[in-house]
């Protein structure tokens, strides 16, 4: 990259880097309520579990996981799995992998795209928290 800088108007060049293999896959993550309790304390209620939403571009294999504040895998949403291009909603009942609830703090809901050769091509991710006691 680069720029001169005179008098008049900027002018400059700027040079784009195709990174081969590497291509944006996955976009529009969000996750709906950004803050809920999976304590069991308002059942019924909609804040029990978080919806999980997201976009993929083209055909991908994907796995959504949750990490805790220190990237430790607490529960794996969906593992590898062959989807095409669109939008997609999942939802995490606040669960480990164990089915015990999680405890209270911030976790990452995260996506990874590989290709059909199994290269991780692309991730995304959003935050959650768990906070129990919501409705009271």
């Known amino acids: 990259y680069k720029l001169w800088r005179g008098k008049g108007p900027y002018v ?6 195709d990174h081969p293999g590497k291509r944006e896959v996955v976009g529009g993550v969000s996750v709906t309520p950004e803050i809920f309790d999976p304590s069991g304390d308002n059942e019924g209620n909609s804040l029990e579990k978080t919806n999980i939403s997201y ?17 430790r895998l607490v529960r794996r949403i969906l593992s590898d799995a062959a ?21 209270e703090g911030t976790y990452k809901v995260l996506i990874k795209i590989k290709d059909a050769s199994g290269n ?3 991730s995304a991710s959003a935050n959650v928290e768990v906070k129990y006691h919501l409705g009271h």
């Open 12 to 17: 400059g060049y700027v040079l784009t880097i």
């Open 55 to 71: 976009t993929l571009g083209g055909s991908a294999n994907v796995t959504v996981e949750v990490r805790d504040s220190e990237n």
């Open 83 to 103: 989807q095409e291009a669109g939008a997609y909603n999942l939802f995490w009942d606040g669960l480990d992998s164990e089915e015990s609830i999680a405890e």
């Open 120 to 122: 991780e091509i692309d």
